[in-house]
């Protein structure tokens, strides 16, 4: 592990009425109370997002939405802002994860837009980048990195860079329980801290990038000790704030 401080994210999807986000944030509290060398960030629908952020005030436990558009404000039916975000008190927001990039058109171009967008607007955009099973088969997953990464970033400053967090999420380790070995992670992840440093050295080396895809309490601690993985971004394994404490202790070494 690096001397970045990781984040551990768990990504909760189109699950938890309020009630059920309720019960969940008071098991997760005491349970991560007494970690101090991990940042935890839950991903809410939006619905649960103004409750949870009220919930974990003075915690160690940040609130994030799990997508956003581009534009402040305008005729975007269904739509929401980084303003509106920023407004119910988000700290983050997952963007370009592989599920709205497959459901629901989510491109590099709009990315472009959202990255910097969610930076303006205070708040950490987790950008999620990852091959296809074919696109792995193909010897691709190189080629795919790099126009995610270089696409999305593009309307970045150099300076702003590191606030960035960066999701390594192989789309075939997503919901399967197929988690990517412990080579196949470091090599992704080391591919993308150079994509970055060919940009910006200094930026390469402070950004956070996390490994997510059928991350569990039993193969966490072996992938958050790779070398250039500082932290994880949790689907299944994050709806039990129980399992999901687990991973933010196996987080913290
Ligand atoms: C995710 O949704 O980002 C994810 C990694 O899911 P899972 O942990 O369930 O594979």
């Not at 009630?19 to 809410?44: F, G, T, W």
């Not at 534009?71 to 997952?94: C, I, K, R």
């Not at 309490?217 to 994880?232: F, R, S, T």
Request: glycine share 8%; hydrophobic share 45%; charged share 25%.
């Amino acid at each position: 592990m690096s001397a970045l401080t990781p984040l551990i994210a768990g990504n909760w999807k189109m699950n938890k009425t309020r009630a059920q986000a309720e019960e969940y944030i008071q098991a997760l509290l005491p349970a991560v109370s007494s970690v101090d060398a991990v940042d935890v960030a839950i991903c809410v629908p939006f619905t649960a997002l103004e409750a949870m952020v009220d919930s974990a005030r003075g915690s160690r436990v940040e609130v994030y939405a799990q997508n956003m558009h581009q534009e402040p404000e305008g005729a975007f039916t269904g739509e929401v802002s980084a303003t509106m975000l920023n407004d119910v008190g988000a700290q983050g927001v997952v963007l370009g994860h592989s599920e709205r990039r497959e459901h629901f058109g989510e491109t590099d171009r709009a990315l472009a837009l959202k990255v910097p967008a969610a930076l303006a607007a205070g708040m950490t955009p987790i950008l999620c980048v990852g091959e296809t099973e074919g696109e792995r088969d193909n010897d691709d997953t190189d080629r795919k990195l790099r126009q995610q990464i270089k696409d999305a970033l593009a309307g970045v400053r150099d300076e702003r860079l590191a606030e960035v967090v960066i999701a390594y999420e192989p789309i075939w380790a997503i919901g399967t329980g197929r988690v990517a070995s412990a080579e196949q992670a470091q090599e992704a992840i080391a591919f993308i801290r150079a994509l970055v440093g060919d940009r910006d050295s200094s930026a390469a080396e402070k950004l956070r990038i996390l490994y997510g895809g059928s991350v569990k309490p039993e193969n966490a601690a072996e992938l958050m000790a790779l070398k250039d993985v500082n932290g994880a971004l949790v689907g299944g394994a994050s709806l039990e704030a129980d399992s999901f404490a687990q991973i933010v202790l196996a987080g913290a070494g």
